[in-house]
């Protein structure tokens, strides 16, 4: 999506979801700020493509 | 480690991708070029050759948007959007490829009212795609909220450049709308077209950096070039070019118009996992 839209989704859903500003969300608040963008990720991308970039995220953060 | 030390493999991916989606931005170029030797060709052999062009294009894309369809499930916007695509491009390569047996072979399909037919639904499909690819984008939850002003400003300029380039056309259709209603249809889908063309930008400027910003700039792009199509079918006659360079030109716009949409279908594909 793009650094800007990507920062812009991330700040839309730990603020919305998590009540935090992005700096603050921990480790732990990842899968639920993954869960938070999955709507807007499946609206672009589609749903098979959406679910791979949540699983490689986590992939790579070790969750 | 900080996040600008993680280079993760999506990013990876993502920057092997790009001089692959740039080369693809080529293609329509390629085809017009490829069009613009129908000038070096007797006009009857080039009215042959550039719809067969127009026939393998609008084929390509209607395929793979609708290849690029299947990953989105119905109901979203998407799916919609890219099965519209497909369809009215099939209908476009039926239509065609109708006329070139028509003009190969004589016979064929010739009835007006089937032509037609297929014109106007081709258009009402295309309109409808694109409206569905501003919509996904505005209700994707990410659109950076507008001022109204904004908003209501970049929407009348669309509407205007349309009047503009749409106006004399579809006035004269009215005029005439017994023997040009399909001119009517026709000009009304590229009025819509014309003014979405800020509305697909603005997605693309959103996602610039990203691979997702190519689908909805190589639309916007398809829009442009189909605008300067309208813009030269109606001014072609003032330039006091001969014929057939005229119509070379006409081509070239077209070609690289509906392959831009095809660069759209592969790119939005390319920027998938």
Redesign the interface.
């Known amino acids: 999506m793009g650094p800007f839209t990507s920062k812009h989704a991330v700040q839309i859903v730990s603020r919305q979801t998590l009540s935090r500003e992005p700096e603050a969300v921990t480790r732990d608040q990842i899968p639920a700020l993954l869960e938070g963008l999955g709507p807007s990720l499946r609206t672009l991308l589609g749903k098979a493509s959406a679910e791979k970039l949540a699983d490689q995220i986590r992939l790579e953060l070790g969750l | 480690m900080t996040a600008d030390d993680?280079d993760?493999?999506?990013n990876v991916r993502a920057r092997k991708q790009r001089p692959l989606i740039r080369l693809l931005l080529l293609i329509p170029f390629v085809s017009g070029a490829i069009v613009a030797c129908g000038i070096l060709m007797p006009d009857a052999t080039a009215g042959l050759f550039y719809r067969g062009a127009l026939v393998i294009a609008a084929l390509l894309t209607a395929v793979s948007a609708l290849v690029t369809s299947s990953?989105?499930?119905k109901g979203?916007?998407?799916f919609a959007a890219w099965s519209a695509l497909g369809i009215g491009y099939a209908l476009a390569a039926i239509r065609h490829s109708m006329r070139l047996w028509t003009l190969l072979l004589g016979g064929g399909i010739t009835n007006r009212a089937v032509l037609d037919t297929l014109l106007v639904l081709q258009n009402v499909l295309v309109a409808l795609a694109l409206w569905w690819f501003v919509r996904?984008?505005q209700?994707?939850?990410?659109a950076?909220p507008m001022s109204r002003r904004t908003q209501l400003t970049w929407i009348f300029l669309g509407i205007a450049v349309a009047i503009v380039v749409g106006g004399y056309p579809l006035i004269q259709g009215f005029h005439t709308a017994g023997t040009d209603a399909v001119l009517l249809v026709s000009t009304a889908g590229d009025m819509i077209g014309i003014a979405l063309i800020v509305p697909l930008i603005t997605p693309a400027l959103?996602?610039?950096?990203?691979l997702?910003?190519h689908t909805w700039l190589a639309l916007a792009t398809s829009e442009v070039f189909w605008l300067l199509y309208d813009v030269w079918v109606g001014t072609k006659g003032m330039t006091g070019l001969a014929p057939s360079s005229a119509t070379v030109v006409e081509q070239i716009l077209r070609i690289i118009a509906v392959m831009f949409a095809f660069v759209a279908t592969v790119a939005h594909r390319r920027?998938?996992?």
């Open positions: 993680f993760s493999t999506i990953a989105f499930e979203q916007k998407l996904a984008w209700t994707s939850g990410l950076a959103a996602m610039r950096g990203g997702l910003m920027s998938r996992l």
